[in-house]
């Protein structure tokens, strides 16, 4: 009796724990294909970062704010006509020194149209710049957010499939404790000398025990014989 | 139970989240497909458009200006002189300055472009975000660029001459006093007799 006692209890035991490293194994792994899964996407976030930096580092402007520059002072260089276009219909008959004032006159309306252009170029070339970042940073953010997204509700998915590794071993867990109550049993009932297979106990003498409640020996005891 | 099979719909949760982060990937690329031909010539081209839409107008501008000049220097008896060559470089920088704004105007056209695109993209990135469907952002994405290629409006250039010079200010005021401009004319009203089509011969 004592011996089924013992075995039925470490039975129990033996399938408790093992319901339990069945669910903390499937924790684990659920754990683990997250952390794989955000290291995934955070090597992107990192990745695109790195990108967005590289692109936006103070040397990498500089260069971009030339180019932006020598673009629009390129476009206003193409954009005006060098020969003089006002040729006043008397002009033909001009002395050679009027002739020639025209000449250093228009040269030097189209150097100032020139250098305005030019001044103005390198003032609306920033704005270029800067639009380009926005521009860019706004990609960047877009992707970010998405891969940000796609992390946040990774790990919300996470909460249910812990929950579920969480009962994975509950079938073992439950047969463990089974085991061990009818251990407990057998050990208190070997402890007062009963002996179910011999059946010198009478039927009449059986109490029915609350399953919820763990019984002091003495207290079994007591109730055993109470009705005698 | 649920449909996850005994775990509390873990498994098909985990479906979801990833058939979702599937669909917004591919809505993704869908999007930057459907814009991929705003590219560097679009924009290039939204900068000609105004040029092309812009220049007939300074040129216009200019002829007016130069006929008034040269109206004023020949009144002024100037036609031969160090002032008309003053003049002249006076108008050629004005030109060339108006061929230059127009240009730049251009550039900030098409930057304008590039905002335009951008934006629409981003509403459509947010409506993949929202709703997750990949077909809906492609299709409006499609809608949105085939929108965006239409041609923006522009507006009149204004005048681009001023009257640096007491002679480009005649010229530019010269048509205001001119007896051969329709004036009221134009419009049926003005003078007893004088319509738009009568005019002044010298």
Known sequence: MAAVALAMTAAGTYAQSRGARQAEKAMSAARNAEAARQGKLRSEADQLFNESL???????????????????SAASAAAQVAQPIAEFKT?????????????????????????????????QGFGDLQL????????????????SRFMSDSS???????????RRGDKAKAIGAGLQT??????????MGVNPFASTVA????????????????????LLTAGR | MCSGGGDGGAAQARADEQARQARVREGMDKINKNFYGFDEPFYRSRAKAYEDFANPQLEEQYNKQE?????????????????????????QRQYNTGRAAIAAEGINQSNAARRAVEENRADLIAQLNATGDARAAASGALNRANMLQQQMGFSPIGN???????????????????????????????????????????
Request: no cysteine.
């Open chain 2, 160 to 202: 681009l001459f001023q009257a640096t010079t007491g002679l480009l200010g005649n010229a530019a005021q010269a048509g205001y006093y001119d007896r051969n401009a329709p004036g009221l004319g134009a419009f049926g009203l003005g003078q007893p007799g004088r319509t738009s089509a009568s005019r002044v011969v010298n």
């Open chain 1, 54 to 72: 590289g692109k936006q580092g103070a040397d990498v402007q500089k260069k971009r704010l030339a180019t932006e520059v020598e673009e629009r």
């Open chain 1, 91 to 123: 002009q033909g008959d001009a002395p050679k020194i009027v002739k020639d004032e025209s000449d250093v006159r228009v040269a030097a309306g189209n150097a100032r149209a020139l250098s305005d252009a030019n001044l103005a170029a390198n003032v």
């Open chain 1, 132 to 147: 380009g970042n926005a521009l860019l940073n706004s990609r960047y953010l877009q992707d970010q957010g998405n891969l």
């Open chain 1, 156 to 166: 919300n998915t996470l909460g249910w499939e812990l929950e579920a590794a969480a």
């Open chain 1, 203 to 222: 039927p009449s003498t059986l109490v029915t025990l609350p399953s919820s409640r763990l019984m002091d020996p003495n207290e079994y005891y007591r």
């Open chain 1, 182 to 191: 009818a251990g407990s049993l057998f050990g208190m009932g070997a402890a």
């Open chain 2, 67 to 91: 006929q008034n000049l040269a109206y004023n220097l020949a009144r002024s008896g100037l036609t031969s002189s160090s002032e008309a060559a003053r003049n002249a470089g006076e108008i």
